[in-house]
């Protein structure tokens, strides 16, 4: 009596006919943008011949994983600064003021006031990753003003009219002002009224990247 032995189903191999994929086994890897074709083929088995099948698909640009190194809060008058975004494709990148609150060149960051602000990196498009862009924002906080009163001596009631003074490395406009004590003030002149201790103020506005200060 004879013995039936079972048949074997031939194995496939698989293999790239054109485009930018490599296969080992039945595993692709993919290694560019482009239109990829595999081909199985298969050896005769028992009464059947040798066979083979393609497929085809395409394989588009990858968006580029960008973004920018993080940037700390600064102070007005701080030195310019190096910003940086990182990126997995090559394309060159560039850098813009989104809200334009200070000078910029290039990659380095100049700051003139105080506010919010919103950079930009673009990087152009690659072979195999399309074009992209990725923003920041970081605060700069204003710097107080190098604000001073000038030394006023000790007066003599009836002594004549005379006027007062505050400097600043900030051109904010200056006004002043009696606190208390038996004094009068129109501008920077100051009347004495009275005999006491006579505490005056000098205020000044914000201006540029300095905040507002008061002596």
């Known amino acids: 009596m004879s013995r039936l032995l079972p048949i074997r189903p031939a194995l496939f191999t698989y293999s790239v006919v054109s485009g930018p994929a490599t296969i080992s086994g039945s595993t692709v890897t993919i290694t560019g943008v482009g239109s990829v ?6 050896a005769a088995s028992g009464s059947h011949t040798t066979a083979t099948a393609t497929t085809s698909f395409t394989v588009r640009a990858a968006a580029p994983s960008l973004s920018f190194t993080a940037i700390p809060s ?18 060159a990148t560039t850098y813009s003021v989104v809200e334009r609150s200070g000078h ?11 506010g919010t602000v919103t950079l930009q990196a673009s990087q ?16 700069v906080a204003g710097e107080t003003s190098n604000f001073t009163f ?7 009631y009836g002594v004549a009219l005379f006027a007062v003074s505050a400097t600043s490395n900030s051109t904010g406009v200056i006004s002043y002002s009696v606190v208390s004590g038996p004094a009068t ?31």
């Open 37 to 42: 074709t595999l081909q199985a083929s298969q």
């Open 74 to 91: 600064q102070t007005y008058g701080v030195a310019s600064l190096t910003v940086a975004a990182t990126s997995n494709s090559t394309g």
């Open 104 to 114: 910029h060149f290039g990659h380095h960051r100049h700051y003139h006031r105080s």
């Open 124 to 139: 152009v498009a690659t072979t195999n990753y399309i074009a992209a862009t990725a923003t920041i924002s970081f605060s």
């Open 150 to 156: 000038a030394a006023i001596p000790n007066q003599t």
């Open 185 to 215: 003030i129109s501008g920077n002149t100051v009347t004495i009224t009275g005999v006491g201790t006579v505490i005056l103020q000098a205020s000044q506005v914000a201006a540029g990247g300095y905040e507002r200060t008061g002596h």
